[in-house]
């Protein structure tokens, strides 16, 4: 089995097997005209990272479901990176995770049992480490492996964050650098050194835990996690759907450094060039910025990304303390911050 790669069973690997924003847009439209539910706090009316239902005692039950085909060769860190992915989406809403099911999709006639035992090994090592049971789930025989979680959360309803409720003035924090999709891709292309596939596997296995005690501030306005869209897609969502614009500073944006090893030797996902072509005409770049590295760390489709922050100036000290707290003190300056809309939704600077 240690020389199954999984990732030569699927045409794609983690949130770069999102569908294009464009086409996704064109996916959701519907004349069917929904019934007004009150209690629903966040659905379909907005690009946010979970569901929102208030349970009417002052605490909102949050539900997700994420799901996407390997984009490590090891079946047990395949079950890690998926459920670390899924689980991010409740912390994004400034959530803590209750449980988590399961959901597979296995190719029983290529791939042996026995590693998709090993993906729900993996799954069950990420909901210990968030303090959750894996309850259950569905498995489904499928012509490519696929694995995730549907996961439901909890929140006090004052600390439930959305990403569409930024203020003009907020600064921006990233909890995590950029630059995974393009690695994914070095490693399924067999072109990733050893060192930079642990590194690889360290990121995307880490939770996004921050986000609950993040979620107390006050002061942060909106907060989301940047995966598929790449960063340059998701804080167009904040800051479009915020009906504000965005200034991001290139040179202050978190990258990874051997990112920049594979992106030289022009290796990338696909999904860089669907996000770019969904969002460059409301990109604009100022003086100084590398804009063809740009292009390629951007839009890059990120996994089980970093925070996305909007927090209002007067609350900087208390987002620094918690990212502080949780050993993120590497990611606790400013990345940019929310303007009034202009011409160009995001504006990239290099200060």
């Keep these: 089995m240690s020389e199954i790669r999984l990732t030569q069973y699927s045409h794609g690997g983690g949130c770069g097997c999102k569908i294009s924003p464009a086409v996704l847009s064109n996916i959701l439209k519907t004349a069917v005209v929904a019934p007004d539910y009150p209690a629903l706090l966040v659905g379909n009316a907005s690009n946010d990272d979970a569901a929102a239902y208030d349970l009417g005692n002052g605490t909102a039950l949050i539900s997700t479901t994420d799901f996407f085909m390997p984009i490590v060769d090891d079946a047990y860190a395949f079950g890690q990176i998926a459920s670390a992915n899924s689980i991010s989406d409740v912390y994004a809403m400034g959530g803590k995770p209750l449980m988590a099911i399961a959901i597979l999709g296995w190719p029983v006639e290529k791939l042996p049992a026995e590693l998709a035992q090993r993906v729900l090994e993996g799954a069950r090592s990420i909901c210990l480490e968030a303090g959750i049971p894996l309850a259950g789930g569905h498995s489904i025989d499928s012509p490519e492996p696929i694995f995730g979680l549907a996961v439901t959360g909890l929140v006090d309803l004052p600390n439930l964050k959305r990403?569409?409720?930024?203020?003009?003035?907020?600064?921006?924090?990233?909890?995590?650098?950029?630059?995974?999709?393009?690695?994914?891709?070095?490693?399924?292309?067999?072109?990733?050194?050893?060192?930079?596939?642990?590194?690889?596997?360290?990121?995307?296995?880490?939770?996004?835990?921050?986000?609950?005690?993040?979620?107390?501030?006050?002061?942060?306005?909106?907060?989301?996690?940047?995966?598929?869209?790449?960063?340059?897609?998701?804080?167009?969502?904040?800051?479009?759907?915020?009906?504000?614009?965005?200034?991001?500073?290139?040179?202050?944006?978190?990258?990874?450094?051997?990112?920049?090893?594979?992106?030289?030797?022009?290796?990338?996902?696909?999904?860089?060039?669907?996000?770019?072509?969904?969002?460059?005409?409301?990109?604009?770049?100022?003086?100084?910025?590398?804009?063809?590295?740009?292009?390629?760390?951007?839009?890059?489709?990120?996994?089980?990304?970093?925070?996305?922050i909007a927090a209002a100036p007067t609350a900087v000290a208390e987002v620094q303390a918690v990212l502080e707290s949780f050993g993120l003190g590497a990611f606790a300056q400013p990345i940019g911050r929310l303007t009034a809309a202009g011409e160009k939704t995001i504006q990239v600077i290099n200060s």
Excluded: C
Excluded at 224 to 246: C, N, P, R, Y
Excluded at 260 to 288: C, E, H, L, M
């Design 163 to 308: 990403n569409n409720t930024a203020q003009e003035g907020d600064l921006l924090f990233l909890t995590k650098p950029i630059g995974v999709g393009i690695l994914a891709t070095a490693s399924k292309r067999e072109k990733i050194s050893a060192e930079h596939l642990e590194q690889l596997i360290k990121q995307l296995t880490t939770l996004n835990k921050a986000g609950e005690a993040l979620g107390k501030i006050a002061g942060v306005h909106a907060m989301t996690d940047v995966t598929g869209f790449g960063l340059i897609g998701h804080l167009m969502e904040m800051a479009q759907g915020s009906g504000l614009g965005a200034e991001l500073d290139y040179g202050k944006t978190p990258i990874l450094e051997s990112a920049r090893v594979y992106q030289q030797q022009k290796i990338g996902p696909d999904a860089t060039f669907r996000n770019w072509n969904s969002y460059s005409s409301q990109v604009g770049f100022g003086p100084g910025v590398n804009v063809m590295e740009a292009f390629h760390l951007l839009p890059d489709p990120q996994t089980n990304g970093g925070l996305l």
